[in-house]
């Protein structure tokens, strides 16, 4: 018999101080709603990574387009940023696109 071998990953948010666990073996990421980060959801990264998440907020008019707002403040906000010694992702709240019926 073969044994099966679950991987495991752990994950911290280097704002909030957050662990987590998960058994994935593909590629994957692990995000939290983070009350470090106006209670938006927020990537994790591995235990071992030294890594700044940071909120950016959207620095353009809206003119009504429907997007995230932090919670707090009611600001829109543009992107999650995650950087790393060796690069930077980014998530991104895309403003949500909206019809009129006649």
Same mark, same amino acid.
């Given at each position: 018999? %073969?044994?099966?071998?679950?991987?495991?990953?752990?994950? +911290?948010?280097?704002?909030? *101080?957050? $662990?987590?666990?998960? +058994? #994935?073996?593909?590629?994957?990421?692990?995000?939290? %709603?983070?009350?470090?980060?106006?209670?938006?959801?927020?990537?994790?990264?591995?235990?071992?990574?030294?890594?700044?998440? #940071?909120?950016?907020?959207? &620095?353009? +008019?809206?003119?009504?387009?429907?997007?995230?707002?932090?919670? &707090?403040?009611?600001?829109?906000?543009?992107? %999650? %940023?995650?950087?790393?010694?060796? *690069? $930077?992702?980014?998530?991104?709240?895309?403003?949500? !696109?909206? !019809?009129?019926? !006649?």
């Amino acid at each position: 018999m %073969i044994p099966t071998l679950t991987p495991v990953n752990r994950w +911290y948010c280097p704002n909030c *101080g957050k $662990q987590d666990v998960s +058994y #994935e073996a593909r590629p994957h990421s692990r995000f939290h %709603i983070c009350p470090k980060l106006r209670h938006l959801s927020a990537p994790m990264v591995p235990l071992d990574t030294k890594a700044k998440v #940071e909120l950016r907020e959207r &620095e353009d +008019y809206t003119n009504g387009d429907v997007v995230a707002l932090d919670p &707090e403040r009611r600001r829109p906000v543009m992107s %999650i %940023i995650t950087t790393r010694d060796n *690069g $930077q992702d980014v998530a991104v709240f895309a403003p949500t !696109a909206t !019809a009129k019926g !006649a």
